[in-house]
């Protein structure tokens, strides 16, 4: 990464550098406008893209055209060449580093918090579970979003306007607020008939649900109550002592919760709290550990004991060590208090029954581990790829039709299969065969996913079909339960089959649409050049022709229009 640049958009100033690192960074003005045109091209929506610009590589993501007086950023990182491929590994990175940087754009010390996230990026890029969690639960708007989504299924439209609401400003990126719940499979999205009108709503069901506690360092802990290392007996009890007396006095806090939460999210201070938790350290060994500074160590450990995470302590030697008093954990649990809460929601009609039957067949999969929910992941994924498709449903068992024949706990004991008794033509086949034949349907089915999040679709069917192979000799050989699987398998093969055609289809159309993007692309450039020379007629022309090419690719045009009426604007005034 060559670095990191921060802007805003002022009606009256145009671009404004609210930062940039290192202070050195060229970047013209007019390269900093074509980074705001092609957000502009995408309709103005909030998101991350990456581009190119002239020859200078870029991953920005931008918070989206918000309503007349609101302002609108883009932090963008310049990437060097040979990051050109892989422009879209920044995504996670670069919003959790925007989330970080917004709140801080007016400090007197943005210029060191910028450069900062900037050095902490390339760590960001392998973002772990446990710092997902950090992120939502240091994250005031993603706790609200984990609040509402406890209250059972709900759309995606109202997340959004709800949140505006909770906040009394404008969400333009819900999905940067659901990322982490994504990531993490906390959440599950998915369209849904509703109503008479068979009305098809995004909706958005909590499949998993999680809390943010301190908790003893279980092993050092361990280690100090068995006494493992005499010469150590005397630290290790004082250490003991410390860590009962502190989880004597401990209660959950939300102040605490955030404050703990942004030491996982941060990369530096994370590692170094993996690290005590396996065993106490030495203190001058520290900086070779970490890679850092004896004064960079020392401002991390400053931090950690601040927030009551470590404990330090001397030996006979006067040699200083560094103790995890308490750790920071994110337990998971199953949501089964969701069910109660959407039996109450239906009984008071607060939620159309086609949304709480599909929650609780969701949660009823996600409880059994059964393959059919696993499919239809890969199937919503699926869903979206298919021009004129009809959306993939959630299939419910055909007695189901009311919430209280669902929704009563019983049904959410595992069940034996039943034994198919001998028949002449069932297949004899070993528990060892059994197991291993299951867990190669489970293997490809996975392999299958992979393949299709990759667009590789003749792939995934192949593995897909091998499945089905797997699958019938299983159901031979007595074990029934598998008749589901076949059949969700062969599902996707229709699936499959369509998007290969698409896929087919797309290839023929592509070198027109590519054709128009180019001439888009040069024709802004056009305006770009003719509106810093003054020839505002020529870029209003320009800029006409753009408007006509985003129509016939199908592309919202309002930015660029927008564009449009400015100039329009200045030459009346002059």
Same mark, same amino acid.
């Given at each position: 990464?060559?670095?990191?640049? !921060?802007?805003?958009?002022?009606?009256?100033?145009?671009?404004?550098?609210?930062?940039?690192?290192?202070?050195?960074?060229?970047?013209?003005?007019?390269?900093?406008?074509?980074?705001?045109?092609?957000?502009?091209?995408?309709?103005?929506?909030?998101?991350?893209?990456?581009?190119?610009?002239?020859?200078?590589?870029?991953?920005?993501?931008?918070?989206?055209?918000?309503?007349?007086? =609101? =302002?609108?950023?883009?932090?963008?990182?310049?990437?060097?060449?040979?990051?050109?491929?892989?422009?879209?590994?920044? +995504?996670?990175?670069?919003?959790?580093?925007?989330?970080?940087?917004?709140?801080?754009?007016?400090?007197?010390?943005?210029?060191?918090?910028?450069?900062?996230?900037?050095?902490?990026?390339?760590?960001?890029?392998?973002?772990?579970?446990?710092?997902?969690?950090? &992120?939502?639960?240091?994250?005031?708007?993603?706790?609200? !979003?984990?609040?509402?989504?406890?209250?059972?299924?709900?759309?995606?439209? +109202? !997340?959004?306007?709800?949140?505006?609401?909770?906040?009394?400003?404008?969400?333009?990126?819900?999905?940067?607020?659901?990322?982490?719940?994504?990531?993490?499979?906390?959440?599950?999205?998915?369209?849904?008939?509703?109503?008479?009108?068979?009305?098809? *709503?995004?909706?958005?069901?909590?499949?998993?649900?999680?809390?943010?506690?301190?908790?003893?360092?279980?092993? *050092?802990?361990?280690?100090?109550?068995?006494?493992?290392?005499?010469?150590?007996?005397?630290?290790?009890?004082?250490?003991?002592?410390?860590?009962?007396?502190?989880?004597?006095?401990?209660?959950?806090?939300?102040?605490? &919760?955030?404050?703990?939460?942004?030491?996982?999210?941060?990369?530096?201070?994370?590692?170094?709290?993996?690290?005590?938790?396996?065993?106490?350290?030495?203190?001058?060994?520290?900086?070779?550990?970490?890679?850092?500074?004896?004064?960079?160590?020392?401002?991390?450990?400053?931090?950690?004991?601040?927030?009551?995470?470590?404990?330090?302590?001397?030996?006979?030697?006067?040699? +200083?060590?560094?103790?995890?008093?308490?750790?920071?954990?994110?337990?998971?649990?199953?949501?089964?208090?969701?069910?109660?809460?959407?039996?109450?929601?239906?009984?008071?009609?607060?939620?159309?029954?086609?949304?709480?039957?599909?929650?609780?067949?969701?949660?009823?999969?996600?409880?059994?581990?059964?393959?059919?929910?696993?499919?239809?992941?890969?199937?919503?994924?699926?869903?979206?790829?298919?021009?004129?498709?009809?959306?993939?449903?959630?299939? *419910?068992?055909?007695?189901?039709?009311?919430?209280?024949?669902?929704?009563?706990?019983?049904?959410?004991?595992?069940?034996?299969?039943?034994?198919?008794?001998?028949?002449?033509?069932?297949?004899?086949?070993?528990?060892?065969?059994?197991?291993?034949?299951? =867990?190669?349907?489970?293997?490809?089915?996975?392999?299958?996913?992979?393949?299709?999040?990759?667009?590789?679709?003749?792939?995934?069917?192949?593995?897909?079909?091998?499945?089905?192979?797997?699958?019938?000799?299983?159901?031979?050989?007595?074990?029934?339960?598998?008749?589901?699987?076949?059949?969700?398998?062969?599902?996707?093969?229709?699936?499959?089959?369509? *998007?290969?055609?698409?896929?087919?289809?797309?290839?023929?159309?592509?070198?027109?649409?590519?054709?128009?993007?180019?001439?888009?692309?040069?024709?802004?450039?056009?305006?770009?050049?003719?509106?810093? =020379?003054?020839?505002?007629?020529?870029?209003?022309?320009?800029?006409?022709?753009?408007?006509?090419?985003?129509?016939?690719?199908?592309?919202?045009?309002?930015?660029?229009?927008?564009?449009?009426?400015?100039?329009?604007?200045?030459?009346?005034?002059?």
């Amino acid at each position: 990464m060559k670095g990191i640049l !921060v802007t805003r958009w002022d009606d009256k100033l145009g671009i404004v550098v609210e930062g940039k690192y290192p202070a050195t960074l060229e970047i013209s003005e007019d390269h900093m406008m074509r980074i705001f045109t092609t957000h502009a091209m995408g309709g103005g929506e909030a998101g991350f893209l990456s581009m190119m610009v002239e020859d200078i590589n870029i991953a920005s993501y931008y918070t989206g055209l918000p309503k007349e007086g =609101s =302002s609108q950023y883009y932090i963008a990182l310049i990437l060097d060449k040979d990051e050109a491929d892989n422009a879209d590994q920044f +995504e996670e990175a670069l919003i959790e580093t925007t989330n970080n940087l917004l709140p801080e754009i007016k400090s007197p010390a943005f210029s060191e918090i910028l450069k900062r996230n900037f050095f902490k990026i390339p760590q960001l890029l392998e973002m772990t579970e446990e710092m997902r969690y950090a &992120n939502i639960f240091k994250n005031e708007k993603r706790v609200k !979003v984990l609040q509402k989504l406890g209250y059972g299924a709900t759309t995606l439209d +109202e !997340v959004q306007k709800w949140l505006s609401d909770q906040f009394e400003e404008e969400i333009l990126d819900l999905e940067n607020v659901l990322l982490p719940f994504e990531k993490n499979k906390m959440i599950l999205k998915l369209k849904v008939e509703t109503g008479e009108n068979n009305e098809e *709503l995004d909706c958005v069901f909590l499949i998993k649900d999680a809390f943010i506690m301190r908790s003893p360092a279980e092993k *050092l802990y361990k280690m100090a109550k068995e006494g493992a290392i005499p010469e150590m007996g005397k630290i290790f009890k004082e250490y003991i002592k410390e860590v009962e007396d502190y989880f004597r006095e401990y209660k959950l806090d939300d102040k605490d &919760n955030i404050e703990i939460a942004n030491l996982i999210s941060d990369p530096d201070l994370n590692y170094l709290i993996s690290i005590l938790r396996d065993k106490y350290v030495k203190k001058d060994e520290l900086p070779n550990i970490l890679n850092k500074t004896a004064e960079e160590t020392q401002d991390m450990l400053n931090i950690l004991r601040q927030n009551k995470i470590i404990r330090s302590y001397k030996d006979k030697m006067n040699d +200083e060590y560094i103790f995890l008093l308490c750790d920071i954990q994110f337990p998971t649990f199953f949501p089964e208090y969701l069910i109660d809460s959407i039996r109450r929601r239906w009984m008071e009609k607060d939620i159309e029954q086609e949304l709480a039957i599909t929650h609780l067949e969701i949660l009823k999969s996600v409880f059994r581990g059964e393959e059919e929910f696993a499919l239809m992941e890969v199937e919503e994924e699926v869903e979206g790829e298919i021009e004129g498709k009809e959306p993939v449903k959630v299939k *419910l068992k055909a007695e189901v039709t009311s919430v209280e024949e669902v929704s009563i706990p019983a049904e959410y004991k595992k069940e034996e299969a039943p034994i198919t008794p001998p028949q002449a033509e069932q297949i004899t086949m070993s528990d060892e065969e059994i197991f291993r034949m299951t =867990s190669e349907v489970n293997t490809l089915r996975v392999k299958a996913k992979t393949l299709l999040s990759k667009k590789e679709y003749e792939e995934a069917l192949e593995a897909i079909n091998k499945a089905i192979e797997l699958s019938e000799k299983l159901v031979a050989a007595g074990n029934v339960e598998f008749k589901k699987r076949i059949k969700k398998f062969k599902e996707v093969v229709g699936t499959l089959n369509k *998007l290969i055609a698409k896929k087919h289809i797309e290839k023929e159309k592509k070198i027109d649409k590519a054709a128009l993007k180019d001439e888009r692309t040069k024709v802004l450039e056009d305006a770009d050049i003719a509106f810093t =020379s003054s020839r505002y007629e020529d870029a209003i022309k320009l800029l006409e022709r753009a408007i006509e090419i985003s129509n016939l690719l199908g592309e919202d045009a309002s930015e660029i229009k927008s564009m449009v009426e400015n100039i329009k604007t200045h030459l009346g005034s002059i």
